[in-house]
């Protein structure tokens, strides 16, 4: 078996993951990424996704927004432009965001922008429940 990669997941803010891992999910901006020790060299963009990451028999998901990830070496670097741990998030209160957005958008009083706008935020608090979902399971 080969030796897992490498990992880190960097935010403006802090460092939010390193360490070795088995395998990477990301949401890159055209699709999904899978990545497994030894991948080739790629860059990509990212877009607005849970980002899965397996370590061992620990499982850790972020609600990540917009950012660039490489893999080179048996290295993987992600610069995230924006993310938050799902076991950070709380799912019921993320369940109520996306219920409401859902409501908001289908009361079909809103146009043009403001209209774009909720279909952002409904994106972003769907993104959020998803990883906070599969953290907390």
Known sequence: MSEP????????????????????????????????PQHAPLMAALG???LKIRSGRQR???A????FIQVKDNCLIMLVDTATAGADINTAKAEEEVAVLKTKLQARDTKGEEWKKLVKDLEVAQVRLHAARLAHD
């Open 60 to 62: 850790t998901y972020y």
């Open 48 to 50: 607005n996704g849970v």
């Open 5 to 36: 990669i490498k990992a880190r997941v960097i935010s403006q803010e802090r460092v939010l993951f390193e360490g070795s891992a088995e395998s990477v999910v990301a949401h890159a901006a055209n699709g999904q990424l899978g990545i497994l």
């Open 64 to 67: 990540v927004f917009g950012g």
